[in-house]
């Protein structure tokens, strides 16, 4: 399991942020003593492998690319019988522009205390991603691609370099509002840690 650290203050301390106790548990004394130190088994975690390590290779239906041979969000798109458009926008991009909207109105209902945004996430609280990738969203003109709901091979490839069409739009929102510092927030200065 992975989990999001905040920064340390100057003082070597956790500043506040979504997992400061969990960081904190971590360096706890007696979890630190002995030959199992809890603290000596944190790693950093990575969410795509990275260019150059090892074994980082993407893996689909039998099809293995090493990381450095697929371009960025391309792997496994033409065997999935991607569209050309779609993989030239590129999966961050198509995920973006679907969950971009909820995160500007819940944002605005932050600053300015309305719940537009939240009443518009409600009304769409019964879809997952997929659902709504599939039956109510359209692309923005800017992506320059077909005006119409995404294809199902379009969304697979999205939830196979984790997009995650397979989760409910509402958790993939507020994920996102939590984790990836979107706006004006400090969420995403984190260390995403796991135990090896």
Same mark, same amino acid.
């Given at each position: 399991m992975r989990f999001p650290f905040p920064n340390k203050d100057k003082q070597g301390r956790y500043k506040n942020g979504t997992m400061k106790r969990i960081a904190e548990l971590t360096e706890y004394g007696p979890l630190n003593e002995g030959r199992d130190r809890l603290r000596e088994s944190l790693i950093p975690y990575y969410f795509q492998a990275r260019d150059g390590s090892k074994p980082g290779s993407y893996y689909y239906n039998g099809i293995r690319e090493p990381v450095s041979s697929a371009p960025k969000g391309h792997f496994g798109a033409q065997h999935m019988g991607v569209d050309a458009d779609y993989i030239r926008a590129g999966m961050d991009a198509i995920v973006g522009d679907v969950i971009q909207p909820f995160l500007r109105m819940i944002l605005q209902?932050?600053?300015?205390?309305?719940?537009?945004?939240?009443?518009?996430?409600? %009304?769409?609280?019964?879809?997952?991603?997929? +659902?709504?990738?599939a039956t109510k969203y359209l692309p923005s003109?800017?992506? $320059?691609?077909?005006?119409?709901?995404?294809?199902?091979n379009v969304i697979n490839w999205c939830g196979l370099l984790g997009g995650g069409?397979?989760? %409910?739009?509402?958790?993939?929102?507020?994920? +996102?509002?939590?984790?990836?510092?979107?706006?004006?927030?400090?969420?995403? $200065?984190?260390q995403w840690k796991c135990f090896e």
């Open positions: 209902d932050i600053e300015t205390g309305e719940r537009k945004g939240w009443e518009v996430l409600k %009304a769409n609280d019964s879809h997952t991603l997929r +659902s709504y990738m003109a800017n992506l $320059e691609l077909p005006p119409q709901h995404l294809p199902n069409s397979d989760g %409910a739009l509402t958790e993939v929102v507020f994920h +996102s509002l939590a984790f990836s510092g979107i706006g004006d927030t400090n969420h995403g $200065e984190a």
